[in-house]
């Protein structure tokens, strides 16, 4: 691991555990030639996705960017981060796990409304706002129609 400091490679493991998601190990490292000190976190990676976009268009498929776009419906919710870093990790080893390398985008955007749904509507709306590409006040008013049914249910213990 190069050093973020002096760029030297030869840096040392001082101390490994699991981080507090559990799905990832932090380590804490050591830098001999100009004695800093910086924390990596590794993840088990099961296979490289690939994501097929709308227009047909094929990208590596990036957590961090999933990450950025949850962490923007949330914003200003009151959800632990805890929370948000394991419904992430959760997505990740969903889409995974699905059994093929190439994933299409509107998978990829119907499991994590779902998730969202689950956790925070105000978020769920923000996200859908975007996935489905809102274009008027109208397309907020009639999705919110088709919600109330199913956050009343939940809300009533249905």
Known sequence: MRCPFCGNVETQVK???PAEDHVSIRRRRYCPACAGRFTTYERVQLRDLTVIKKNGRRENFDRDKLERSIRIALQKRPVDPERIDQMISGI???LESMGDSDVKSDSIGAIVMETLARIDTVAYVRFASVYKNFQAADD???FVAE?????TAVIDGD
């Open 15 to 17: 101390d490994s555990r």
């Open 92 to 94: 990740v080893r969903r």
């Open 140 to 142: 907020f008013e009639d």
């Open 147 to 151: 919600l109330r049914p199913i956050a």
